[in-house]
């Protein structure tokens, strides 16, 4: 069984940046799509961007393109979200998640549902 690890939350001035870290530990599929979510207290879980693990399809919530970048390095098996221009309103828990079904390259996994496999998050806190 694959497990998740977040890393690279911290505390931050706003328009700061930050890379978080996933790494996956076990062996993995280049037809997983990797999900990057953000959870605020009291707010739903929300969809941040996802990315084949093969690299091979990219999608990103419309609100957070040109600001958030998310890689894979499936030779250390590891899936970034770097973060820039932090604003207050980015503070959360950021938490990565693995959707072990093969939907199709095409597919856009952004139901938290759809993903099986969850880190336990790091927490971005962003200061005014």
């Known amino acids: 069984q694959v497990q998740l690890v977040e890393s690279g939350g911290g505390l931050v001035q706003a328009g700061g940046s930050l890379r978080l870290s996933c790494a996956a530990s076990g062996r993995t599929f280049d037809n997983w799509d990797m999900g990057w979510f953000r959870q605020a207290p009291g707010e739903e879980r929300e969809f941040l961007a996802s990315i084949r693990w093969s690299g091979a399809r990219i999608d990103y919530l419309d609100s957070v393109k040109g600001r958030f970048t998310i890689s894979v390095d499936s030779a250390k098996n590891m899936v970034y979200l770097q973060i820039n221009s932090l604003k207050p309103e980015d503070t959360a828990v950021y938490l990565c998640?693995?959707?072990?079904?093969?939907?199709?390259?095409?597919?856009?996994?952004?139901?938290?549902?759809?993903?099986?496999?969850w880190g336990h998050g790091t927490q971005v806190t962003v200061s005014s």
């Open positions: 998640a693995a959707d072990q079904t093969d939907r199709g390259k095409y597919y856009e996994a952004r139901s938290p549902t759809l993903y099986d496999i």
